[in-house]
């Protein structure tokens, strides 16, 4: 291997402090893609604006899915309003948290069987404690990717009753999903 | 009610697998029944967790997709196409149409493939021991074409971002033809056989009941879906590939139950097959390849894409960081979410039903599991 990729491979520290001292990466420089919606994903972006009002703290989105951020606490309410309002998002397509060291960052990708149209909302969790209220009571499928998130990110979800792990057998220590959780890559021997 | 002594009655709690023929893998279930009905059902599942989208994170783009061979080991061409489409999308480069071509009649052949597999062994589930071998023999004759076409049977590694791996043979085209005309005999014969049987009707008919809501709230999708009356399907929800050149029907059932689910399937097996001929008559000359650099760092960003799998809609969640790994992957597993609709159907059913009701749902646990 020529070239070591800092964010595979080895364990890292926790924290903005650890993620400071990170390895320089070596390579060609890091091109960030243009985000932009297509006139279907436009109409999508107006709705969710209008339906998320000031509980919106940015917005963006690329082809036919906008994306809104939301602050973690107002999350269900938001997630609510887009269930019930004007946009029809009657189901959880996917769920998922990503660990970018410093934050845990909750992504729900909802849809509409109505409408036919995506969106994502997104909210960003602390990395030690990430908590965030529970969407099992809107949608039946949050259940199970909550569970998921819990086993693999630690992620807590108060309002959800059952948090037996999903996906890991009882009595698992760690998290396997975080950076920070060790993953023996190839090495010679 | 008996008009002798009253006695109390408990619930007994009734542990179905991991090791069970009808659970299609590595899958448990504790049933809680009142005599032979049951009262709640808890799925534990996790058997098979291997760590796929964690482990996704240290490959490169191009070794990912053998991952994904191996996540719906029924359906490993539809797999593929699913994250080399996201792979598409994050390097910003288009398939040739030659290539978008070949992707959806191997797609639309391992479709086939797939709910052939599902109708055989779901007559076994319910009793019925000879549609498996029809149903099996017209499985091999598509796997032949596929060894034939990429080299293996089952873990194919053939597509790529941006096109397939190689070129088709020469013998394709007439191969294809000749098998879908055997295929579908063979899809017609088990359907006669199967389909309006008495027997099969009547452990069917009725069970499982799901309704359109609910199933849309529980996240259900494809065929699982489709049967309780809801027309969802990303092929033409959100089209891709060549899909809008093709002229289909996506069936629709009306009663949400266990026939339901299983028909679909079986019309969707003659739509594929029709599919693949327009295909056949369209295939263009051409690349195979998009032109460009070979091993792609695509740029810091992130996308959703979706496409149809046999079992529904299977979602890639991409997140690159602008390195040759992508930073998280993330697999919307349709098995993972029909499995959550299984405890509103099982509900109020017979012991014996909740067999069929989990063979309806058609999963592959590796799926399930990751």
């Known amino acids: 291997m020529t070239e070591q990729d800092p964010l595979a491979g080895q364990p890292e520290a926790k924290g903005p402090e650890a993620s400071a001292e990170k390895p320089v990466r070596h390579g060609p420089p890091i091109v960030v893609a243009e985000e932009q919606l297509n006139e279907r994903g436009e109409q999508t972006a107006e709705q969710l604006a209008r339906t998320l009002g000031a509980l919106a703290l940015d917005a963006a989105g690329r082809d036919d899915t906008p994306w809104a951020r939301v602050d973690a606490s107002q999350l269900h309410r938001a997630a609510e309003k887009c269930r019930d309002g004007e946009m029809g998002m009657d189901m959880l397509n996917l769920m998922l948290a990503v660990d970018w060291v410093d934050r845990i960052q909750m992504i729900y990708v909802l849809y509409s069987t109505t409408n036919n149209r995506k969106a994502i909302l997104k909210a960003d969790l602390p990395a030690e404690a990430p908590k965030i209220s529970s969407v099992t009571d809107l949608w039946e499928a949050g259940s199970w990717y909550e569970r998921e998130a819990h086993d693999l990110f630690g992620v807590e979800f108060p309002g959800n009753s059952d948090m037996s792990p999903l996906l890991l057998y009882e009595g698992f220590e760690g998290h396997p999903g975080l950076k920070s959780y060790p993953l023996n890559d190839y090495e010679e021997w | 009610m008996s008009t002798g002594p009253q006695f109390d009655s408990v619930d007994m709690m009734l542990n179905m697998g991991p090791q069970h023929p009808a659970t299609h893998g590595v899958f448990r279930m504790v049933l809680t029944v009142d005599g032979e009905r049951v009262v709640d059902v808890t799925p534990h599942i996790g058997y098979l967790h291997r760590g796929t989208e964690r482990l996704a994170e240290v490959e490169s783009y191009g070794q990912v997709i053998t991952l994904f061979d191996r996540v719906d080991y029924i359906s490993n061409l539809n797999n593929e196409l699913a994250f080399v489409r996201a792979g598409e999308k994050i390097m910003e480069v288009d398939a040739p149409?030659?290539?978008?071509?070949?992707?959806?009649?191997?797609?639309?052949?391992?479709?086939?493939?797939?709910?052939?597999?599902?109708?055989?062994?779901?007559?076994?589930?319910?009793?019925?021991?000879?549609?498996?071998?029809?149903?099996?023999?017209?499985?091999?004759?598509?796997?032949?074409?596929?060894?034939?076409?990429?080299?293996?049977?089952?873990?194919?590694?053939?597509?790529?971002?941006?096109?397939?791996?190689?070129?088709?043979?020469?013998?394709?085209?007439?191969?294809?033809?000749?098998?879908?005309?055997?295929?579908?005999?063979?899809?017609?014969?088990?359907?006669?056989?199967?389909?309006?049987?008495?027997?099969?009707?009547?452990?069917?008919?009725?069970v499982g009941i799901i309704d359109g809501p609910m199933a849309v709230s529980c996240g259900l999708s494809g065929p699982s879906l489709r049967g309780s009356g809801i027309a969802y399907d990303v092929r033409k929800d959100d089209p891709y590939e060549i899909y809008p050149y093709l002229n289909y029907k996506v069936p629709v059932g009306e009663n949400g139950d266990c026939w339901d689910r299983y028909y679909l399937r079986v019309l969707e097996c003659y739509e594929s097959l029709s599919m693949i001929e327009q295909c056949l008559n369209q295939l263009p000359?051409?690349?195979?390849?998009?032109?460009?650099r070979r091993i792609a760092r695509p740029p810091a960003g992130e996308v959703f894409s979706h496409s149809e799998n046999p079992r529904g809609d299977l979602g890639v969640y991409l997140i690159s960081d602008g390195s040759d790994k992508p930073y998280r992957v993330k697999i919307r597993p349709p098995s993972f979410c029909n499995l959550i609709g299984l405890r509103p159907m099982t509900i109020g059913s017979y012991i014996a039903d909740a067999v069929a009701i989990l063979g309806s749902l058609d999963i592959v646990l590796g799926e399930v599991d990751r």
Not at chain 2, 110 to 128: C, E, K, Q, W
Not at chain 2, 285 to 292: K, L
């Open chain 2, 97 to 206: 149409e030659r290539a978008q071509y070949i992707r959806v009649i191997l797609a639309e052949l391992n479709r086939v493939a797939s709910h052939l597999l599902f109708i055989g062994t779901y007559a076994i589930d319910l009793g019925a021991m000879t549609p498996v071998m029809y149903c099996f023999r017209e499985r091999e004759r598509i796997e032949n074409l596929f060894e034939h076409v990429t080299g293996a049977r089952m873990m194919h590694n053939y597509m790529r971002i941006g096109g397939v791996k190689s070129d088709v043979p020469d013998d394709f085209v007439p191969w294809v033809h000749r098998l879908i005309g055997d295929v579908r005999k063979g899809v017609e014969e088990t359907d006669k056989l199967l389909s309006t049987n008495e027997v099969f009707l009547g452990r069917t008919r009725g």
């Open chain 2, 285 to 292: 000359d051409g690349p195979i390849m998009a032109a460009g």
